[in-house]
């Protein structure tokens, strides 16, 4: 059997448990921005050379398809409880984020993305992550109900991502390119 279903060729998409409304509609805006994450966050794992990086990237992963699915829920329809995200998955987050800081401590300035082809692509992963925020906190204020710890994790999972980018340079072997140069120079790897 093929895998599409023509469905969705007037523009419109279905909601789990039901309906169907435009593709440009808030809610499929949140769930694919979501979903775009998830596979910035899967070129950020395959081009890792930690092995710690890709197992955090993974579960970070894992949790943002079921925030696809939680957004996907069709508007007065219960959301299964394994969909749901909890407060405990925030401490997930914030957990692995003071292990990170506490193996590769966070710069005093920014940093340019680009320092190794894993760190680039976490450092994509991470701004995808925080227009996938936006896009679920632009859901909520159109009368979505949104979970507040699902905003709470997309806000850690972007923090724990830049984390994980500066991990992943040092993993790496090269060091973080400052913003500014300095009269000196940035060395570039």
Not at 85 to 108: C, F, I, K, M, Y
Not at 166 to 173: H, K, L, T, V
Request: glycine residues 8%; negative net charge; proline residues 7%.
């Amino acid at each position: 059997m093929p895998h599409y279903t023509r469905s969705g060729d007037d523009g419109s998409t279905t909601l789990w448990g039901g309906g169907r409304i435009p593709k440009d509609h808030p809610q499929p805006e949140a769930y694919g921005a979501i979903d775009e994450a998830s596979s910035a966050l899967g070129l950020g794992r395959a081009l890792a050379t930690d092995v710690r990086t890709r197992e955090i990237a993974i579960e970070i992963q894992r949790r943002l398809y079921l925030i696809m699915a939680e957004l996907a829920v069709a508007p007065g329809k219960p959301i299964p409880d394994d969909f749901t995200t909890h407060g405990e998955d925030v401490d997930q987050l914030e957990a692995w984020a003071s292990e990170l800081e506490r193996l590769a401590p966070p710069p005093n300035e920014f940093v340019l993305p680009g320092g190794s082809p894993g760190s680039a692509a976490l450092d994509l992963a991470r701004t995808t992550i925080r227009r996938a925020e936006r896009e679920t906190v632009r859901l909520r204020g159109h009368g979505h109900p949104v979970n507040d710890d699902t905003i709470r994790y997309l806000n850690r999972a972007s923090s724990v991502l830049f984390d994980l980018a500066r991990y992943e340079e040092q993993q790496a072997g090269v060091d973080a390119i400052r913003s500014r140069s300095t009269a000196t120079g940035d060395a570039v790897p």
